[in-house]
């Protein structure tokens, strides 16, 4: 009988990282504005998924729950209906490869977690927003199409190395901190450069929910004090992080995403 009750903290920021940088597919748009849709429709795509793990973290978490709708279509006709709910409009078509990916990445990252998500034995199973966002990242960035994406904060915030911000993402959240920047309002660069090459540079600033606070908030936001006298209270959160004592609607960090406009290119979308 296995005794275990929470994931390692390594085991929730490991992650692999592989080079991409031979991409076998070259992007081609027709025009500015046409990227800029594409690139704000997967990164909306990118958080309801996020929000899909969150509203699930019970089902998840829990020992003899029924975990069906976890996987595969059922897991995807979640993440449609919270998209539209979200952001008060339909789930895009399927009508580029990068989207198509991204949601078969989806898909992936869910059966890959399988195993641990139905362990009748662990109850934190260690697969919060944050978690599912990094596996995501990795997988869909290393398909070699010549995109990144990544769910990255500001360095004094960044609890997963792996996602550090690089110095365009770091100017674009200090953008974001500005008092004059819209609250909510995505940058897109079109004359951007990633690791020397030029790319086409889209991030989405996030704000911190009650779905963030239970981590990045203040002790009394942490689950693991409910029903605790204030004397006993942590500052550690459940996934085994000091909290860092954000506020409600407070900037976070962001989700960016990275195309290459001029790849190793050995095959084109048809």
Avoid at 72 to 86: F, L, P, R, S
Avoid at 87 to 103: A, W, Y
Wanted: glycine share 6%; net charge positive; hydrophobic share 40%.
């Amino acid at each position: 009988m296995k005794t275990l009750k929470f994931i390692p903290l390594f085991l929730i920021i490991m992650t692999v990282d592989v080079s991409w940088s031979d991409s076998r597919y070259n992007y081609i748009s027709e025009s500015d504005t046409e990227t800029k849709q594409l690139l704000n429709e997967m990164s909306k795509m990118f958080k309801a998924a996020q929000v899909v793990i969150f509203k699930n973290l019970p089902v998840i978490n829990a020992t003899t729950s029924n975990k069906e709708n976890l996987f595969g279509d059922n897991y995807m006709k979640q993440v449609e209906a919270t998209y539209q709910a979200k952001f008060k409009e339909s789930f895009p078509k399927m009508d580029h490869l990068f989207k198509k990916q991204l949601v078969a990445s989806m898909v992936e990252v869910m059966d890959e977690n399988r195993t641990l998500i139905s362990d009748t034995d662990i109850k934190f199973k260690g697969l919060i927003p944050a978690t599912y966002a990094s596996q995501l990242s990795h997988k869909f960035s290393n398909l070699g199409l010549g995109i990144k994406i990544k769910f990255t904060a500001a360095p004094d915030l960044l609890r997963n190395q792996f996602n550090a911000p690089d110095t365009w993402e770091v100017n674009t959240i200090s953008k974001f901190q500005e008092k004059d920047w819209v609250k909510n309002t995505a940058y897109f660069d079109a004359s951007a450069k990633l690791y020397g090459k030029p790319a086409f540079r889209y991030m989405t600033p996030l704000y911190h929910s009650n779905m963030c606070l239970g981590c990045h908030g203040a002790a009394a936001d942490n689950v693991l004090n409910k029903n605790k006298p204030e004397a006993e209270w942590t500052t550690i959160d459940i996934a085994g992080f000091p909290m860092e004592g954000q506020l409600l609607g407070e900037l976070g960090g962001g989700i960016s995403i990275s195309i290459l406009k001029k790849g190793y290119l050995t095959f084109k979308e048809k």
